[in-house]
Structures are given as structure tokens and as C-alpha cells.
């Protein structure tokens, strides 16, 4: 009972970090989440001019968390917002610009060589886990022999040569190693494995098991490994071309307005 209570001690501190951490992203940060906390309660700032000062704060964050654009200053919340209104603007060009920073401020040449580099070493690195993982045969163990691999399954081995001078890929059932054991000539590949298959006892069948279950969940890890990073790339690569988008958008209205005004 004690161990049961601790372990949803700890499941319940893991949710609420967790919570945490998804409150303070959607706010653009930890002390933004705290300030927004701090104003719900009621706590504020004596000092009229620092009671103003938070008010412009408070209005730049909700603006930033209800449209996720990325603003520093309130003027151009303002002029965002009227480009909003007078449909100059659209809301969807601003989906995913939130991590790349203010809106307003054209990115830097090292800013776009940084965001191309790590999309890019996202799809690669994904890649290289995905090419791992199809190796990894389901529903099998992997033994080395020589320069041959074979496969063993609970029911068959499937032999599998990479010699460049002598390339093969066979299967063979329990049904087909207790017929073909006396016709398999020693040290073989064949009759290696076929071997292995036939000897196993209860207790090898119960390892086999085992692993062949370890292998699969392996398999399995670096499959959704690789679809994380695989995504991860594709998601900095979408972001940052919809940040430069939007951006462009942003600075070409707002230097409309100043040669209207």
C-alpha cells in the first residue's frame, strides 16, 4: 500500500510538471506563466507607473497566447491587430512562427543557416534510426555465423548470406529441418540453424520468447524514435519558412502604414 501511494505521489508531481511545462510554453515562458499567476490572485504593483507598465505587459502576453504571434513591443500589437482587422493580415500565415521570435524583427543570416541545419540533421538523423530498425527482423532473434545471419522464429529460421559471391535468402519450417537434417552437410549454415531450432527445450523456448519479445519492443523504439525526429525536422523546416513568410508579410505592411501615416 505505501509503494502503490508513493508511485502516485509521483505520477501526480509528473503530471503537474508536465502541466507546467505546457502552461509556460503556450505563455512564452516560465516567468510570463508566474506573472499571469500573479495577476489572477490579485497581486500586483503599488507604484502607478509600474501598475501601467503591466497593464501594456499583460495585454502584449494575452495578445501573443490568444493569436500565437510572437510580438516584443505594443505598438506593434496594435498594428498587427488592425492588419488583422482590415484582413491585410491572416491569422493562419502566423501558424508556427512562435518559436522563431518577434515577428516584427527580420531573422539573421546565421538565425536561417541554424534552422535549415537542425531541420535538415533531423530528417538525417531519422534516417539513419529508421535504416537501424528495418534490420531489426519482427518476430526473431538475429544469430551471427561467419559472414551468414540467420533468423530463428518460435516455428522456423530463415537464412539470410550477404557474400558478395554468394547471395541467398531461405526459410525453413520444423517440419522441413526434421526432414532435411541427415541431407545437411556439417558446419553449414543450414544445418546450423536448423539445429538450433530443433534442440530447443522448454526452457530455450521460454528465452526465445523472451527475447524475440525484447527484440520487437527494441524494433519498436526506434521506429517512433525515428518518426519523432523525422517529424521534429519537418515541423523546424515548415515553421521557419512560415516565420519568414509572415515576416515578410509583416514588414511590408508595416512599412506601408508608415508611408501612409
Not at 543570416?109 to 530498425?133: D, P, R, W
Not at 527494441?218 to 525536422?233: N, P
Not at 523546416?237 to 515576416?247: I, Q, V
Amino acid at each position: 500500500m505505501v509503494s502503490y501511494n508513493v508511485t502516485n505521489v509521483w505520477e501526480l508531481i509528473v503530471l503537474y510538471l508536465l502541466v507546467f511545462v505546457v502552461l509556460a510554453f503556450f505563455s512564452f515562458g516560465k516567468s510570463n506563466l508566474m506573472r499571469l499567476i500573479a495577476h489572477y490572485f490579485k497581486f500586483g504593483y503599488s507604484d502607478k507607473k509600474l501598475k501601467r507598465l503591466d497593464r501594456k505587459w499583460r495585454d502584449i502576453q494575452l495578445f501573443k497566447i490568444i493569436n500565437g504571434i510572437n510580438v516584443s513591443g505594443i505598438k506593434d500589437v496594435k498594428m498587427i491587430q488592425q492588419g488583422l482587422i482590415d484582413g491585410k493580415l491572416k491569422t493562419s500565415d502566423f501558424f508556427l512562427t512562435r518559436f522563431w521570435g518577434d515577428i516584427t524583427e527580420p531573422p539573421c543570416i546565421t538565425k536561417t543557416m541554424s534552422a535549415v541545419l537542425a531541420g535538415i540533421l533531423y530528417i538525417i538523423f531519422a534516417c539513419c534510426i529508421h535504416n537501424e530498425q528495418s534490420a531489426i527482423v519482427e518476430d526473431a532473434i538475429a544469430i551471427p555465423y561467419k559472414n551468414m545471419m540467420y533468423h530463428v522464429y518460435n516455428d522456423k529460421v530463415l537464412l539470410f548470406s550477404d557474400n558478395k559471391t554468394d547471395k541467398f535468402y531461405k526459410a525453413f519450417s520444423i517440419a522441413d529441418c526434421k526432414r532435411l537434417q541427415n541431407t545437411f552437410v556439417t558446419d553449414t549454415l543450414p544445418a546450423i540453424a536448423c539445429n538450433k531450432l530443433l534442440q530447443l527445450n522448454e526452457e530455450d523456448s521460454e528465452w526465445l520468447s523472451q527475447e524475440i519479445k525484447d527484440n520487437n519492443s527494441h524494433r519498436k523504439t526506434l521506429l517512433i524514435i525515428s518518426l519523432v525526429y523525422f517529424t521534429s525536422g519537418l515541423v523546424i523546416l515548415l515553421s521557419y519558412t512560415k516565420f519568414l513568410y509572415a515576416n515578410k508579410k509583416v514588414v511590408e505592411y508595416k512599412s506601408s502604414n508608415k508611408n501612409h501615416s
